[in-house]
Nanobody, 124 residues
Framework: QVQLVESGGGFVQAGDSLRLSCATS????????LGWFRQAPGKEREFLAG????????SYGDSVKGRFTISKDNAKNTVYLQMNSLKPEDTAVYYC?????????????????WGQGTQVTVST
């Protein structure tokens, strides 16, 4: 089992920045991917970014490319999502997820473990 706990969400104004954190714990795996998703009311869960355990491969969703940055600190077992130039349309619940494979994919159904989510609200 893998446990994921997100933090860092909040209420910000357009143009502000936020950094989300996802602390991981539990069983260790030799190959895995950590990803960030978000889900706004009435919309499907959207892939934002993914990173391999080694940090060597990173992928971003089209809507956040150039604004969001994923990184990880293996010593702290934590993955981060730095979000800059936030827009009202970024308002959503943000989730951290783990996939027990080395291939980064955008399909939420391919991820095995999920955190509880953290709310991000961006006002105009």
């Amino acid at each position: 089992q893998v446990q994921l706990v997100e933090s860092g969400g909040g209420f910000v104004q357009a143009g502000d920045s936020l950094r989300l954190s996802c602390a991981t714990s539990g069983r260790s795996f030799s190959n895995y991917v950590l990803g960030w998703f978000r889900q706004a009311p009435g919309k499907e869960r959207e892939f934002l970014a993914g990173i391999r355990r080694s940090g060597s491969i990173i992928s971003y969703g089209d809507s956040v490319k150039g604004r969001f940055t994923i990184s990880k600190d293996n010593a702290k077992n934590t993955v981060y999502l730095q979000m800059n130039s936030l827009k009202p349309e970024d308002t959503a619940v943000y989730y951290c997820a783990a996939r027990l494979d080395s291939l980064i994919v955008r399909d939420a159904a391919a991820y095995n473990y999920w955190g509880q989510g953290t709310q991000v609200t961006v006002s105009t």
